[in-house]
T-cell receptor
Framework: AQRVTQPEKLLSVFKGAPVELKCNYS??????LFWYVQYSRQRLQLLLRHISRESIKGFTADLNKGETSFHLKKPFAQEEDSAMYYC??????????FGTGTRLLVSP | DVKVTQSSRYLVKRTGEKVFLECVQDMDHENMFWYRQDPGLGLRLIYFSYDVKMKEKGDIPEGYSVSREKKERFSLILESASTNQTSMYLC?????????????FGPGTRLTVT
């Protein structure tokens, strides 16, 4: 079955603390994974994709095929990082399966 | 800049009414999608379309239908609205091609069925 699991509904950290949002996937083929983010009162938008291997707004995510994971990390959280984060898996033909989302709350 | 617009931000309908949600994109994208977003359930794909007059069922198509008569417009139809269809509905569009393209989302329509 094609599935994305985000085990944490809410992650609460203090400003400057490291952040790791967990994402595990189940997929029989070669996975293509994404992180989408929705800030308060804004549209859902792409944050990063694993194939690009880039850092966006200080966030990185590494695909670990052995652990079937694609965790999102940032060494020092900022208050403006507070948002809803969704991990997504391409299941073919541009279709994405999304996880249930993790709300990140960064407190001052 | 890609723009995806949805006809209403908020909609209140009665049980049994026929409901139309409209989505328009201005970037000549081939693919269009309808999702519903519920707390604790994330985004779930209802229907998608990869070309005019083409449609494919997503993961939760029951109780919904769609129409794509023009490339830029993708409509979601609730034939007989029910209270369990109260949700946030998101439309998205993307290019088509050899790789997976970014999906661009609309602002959402919060539908309440009473």
């Amino acid at each position: 079955a094609q599935r994305v699991t985000q085990p944490e509904k809410l992650l609460s950290v203090f400003k400057g603390a490291p952040v790791e949002l967990k994402c595990n996937y189940s997929y029989s083929g070669s996975p293509e994974l994404f992180w989408y983010v929705q800030y308060s009162r804004q549209r859902l938008q792409l944050l990063l994709r694993h194939i690009s291997r880039e850092s966006i707004k200080g966030f990185t995510a590494d695909l670990n095929k052995g652990e079937t994971s694609f965790h999102l990390k940032k060494p020092f959280a900022q208050e403006e990082d507070s948002a809803m984060y969704y991990c997504a898996l391409n299941t073919g033909f541009q279709k994405l399966v999304f996880g249930t989302g993790t709300r990140l709350l960064v407190s001052p | 800049d890609v723009k995806v617009t949805q006809s209403s931000r908020y909609l209140v309908k009665r049980t049994g009414e026929k409901v139309f949600l409209e989505c328009v994109q201005d970037m000549d994208h081939e693919n269009m999608f309808w999702y519903r977003q519920d707390p604790g359930l994330g985004l779930r794909l209802i229907y998608f379309s990869y070309d005019v007059k083409m449609k494919e069922k997503g993961d939760i198509p029951e109780g919904y239908s769609v129409s794509r008569e023009k490339k830029e417009r993708f409509s979601l139809i609730l034939e007989s609205a029910s209270t369990n269809q109260t949700s946030m509905y998101l439309c998205a569009s993307s290019l088509s091609g050899g790789r997976t393209y970014e999906q661009y989302f609309g602002p959402g329509t919060r539908l309440t069925v009473t």
